[in-house]
């Protein structure tokens, strides 16, 4: 890194069990990922912060370990938690969850939920997050168009697509056309309060560390939102069947695609000022 931009994970997961005690089901991913696992493995390779993302495969919309996480490790994660927009009172938690010391953002999962492009819950959602000035992150993967409805509704939300907006694996191997929506993900750049999230991007790849063939479709996203729209993360634990932690951090460090300049900016200096959150910001 070129100066004291720190690095942040735009998004990994931490859980106290991965089994068939789990509240919903399996997640890709081992048996545990306490904070303190996920604080080790920041450490080794020196990853300075990271959102931490209540996992909804396993807690749906209960947020309560991943709170404990936050507020044991208040300088290392940002909060952000999953909402229902099913839920009749869920503009008043999202604003009353924004309020809370650590948290930097909401997130409605489009994917698991018939909502489709017109929910007055999701809605309610995006609107009390622009009010609240939180970023609403959103899981739309398959479902790019139903965004542009929302985005077009709310000019003064920040909304964050995850996981490069699309459909990603949980095992070997990668999808046979894994870029084959870019064209979709490409559109939304057009709304200049959607940022992305370049989470994940590894697992689509065709080849092995470190992953030359990602470069290409993901410049042309660099390009479509600038970089200061762009946010680098793993996706740790959902990519751990493909690659280690390591290596969806290093194939970011040793690519040549960017210049050391962008690759501050991708790796913590665009979450930095789309979040207003930094490690050590515990407030």
């Known amino acids: 890194m070129p100066n004291d931009t720190p690095v942040i994970d ?9 089994d068939d005690s789990n509240y919903r089901s399996l997640l890709a991913g081992p048996a545990t990922v306490t904070g303190e696992e996920m604080v080790a493995a920041m450490d080794a390779v020196g990853v300075d912060g990271a959102l931490l ?28 938690a999953p909402f229902d927009p099913n839920s009749p009172t869920v503009a ?34 995006i609107a009390a997050g622009a009010a609240a000035g939180i970023p609403i992150n959103v899981l739309c993967w398959q479902n790019l168009p139903e965004l542009a409805a929302y985005a077009r509704r709310h000019p003064n939300a920040q909304l964050v697509i995850d996981h490069v907006g699309l459909q990603q694996p949980f095992q070997p191997p990668p999808p046979d056309e894994p870029w084959a929506d870019i064209e979709q993900v490409m559109a939304l750049a057009q709304f200049d309060h959607v940022a992305i999230k370049i989470s994940g991007a590894c697992t689509l790849s065709h080849e092995p560390f470190p992953y030359p063939d990602i470069w290409e479709p993901l410049s042309r996203i660099f390009d479509a939102y600038g970089l200061e729209r762009c946010m680098w993360g793993t996706d740790w634990t959902r990519a751990t069947n493909l690659l280690t932690f390591e290596q969806g ?18 790796m913590g200096g665009s979450l930095e000022q789309i979040y207003g959150w930094s490690p050590g910001a515990s407030g």
């Open 92 to 125: 008043a938690d999202v604003e009353a969850w924004a309020a809370r010391p650590g948290v930097v953002g909401a997130r409605v999962v489009l994917n698991f939920e018939a909502v489709g492009g017109e929910h007055p819950g999701v809605d309610a959602i």
């Open 10 to 18: 735009c998004q990994v997961h931490a859980y106290d069990r991965n």
């Open 249 to 266: 951090v290093e194939s970011f460090r040793v690519t040549d695609s960017l210049t050391d300049e962008e690759r501050s900016t991708l």
């Open 53 to 80: 993302i209540s996992p909804f495969t396993i807690y749906g919309y209960d947020s309560s370990y991943c709170e404990g996480v936050a507020e044991a490790y208040p300088d290392r994660f940002g909060l952000i």
